[in-house]
């Protein structure tokens, strides 16, 4: 399972997530940093099981995303 992330991982360019592509905006941090957490506690549960520290990481990594529903532009 490291090995299959590692090699997704190592042919992601990251220069290019950062770049206006169009009309498409460019990624916001909180969405890119949540995004992060979440895959952290993930790769924390398929190694430790389910544990309460690995919950609550994943709830703290959707905080942002649940509560940008309510932005308004």
């Known amino acids: 399972m490291k090995e299959l992330l590692l090699k997704l991982l190592s042919n992601f360019d990251l220069t290019q997530i950062f770049k ?5 905006r460019r990624w916001s941090a ?3 940093v949540g995004g992060f957490i ?6 924390h549960i398929l190694e430790n099981d ?7 990481l994943a709830f703290v990594g959707i ?4 509560l940008s529903f309510y932005e308004k532009n």
């Open 50 to 56: 389910l544990t309460w520290q690995g919950v609550a």
């Open 38 to 43: 979440v895959m952290t506690a993930c790769i």
């Open 30 to 32: 909180k969405r890119s």
């Open 20 to 24: 206006t592509k169009g009309d498409l």
């Open 63 to 66: 905080i942002p995303l649940c």
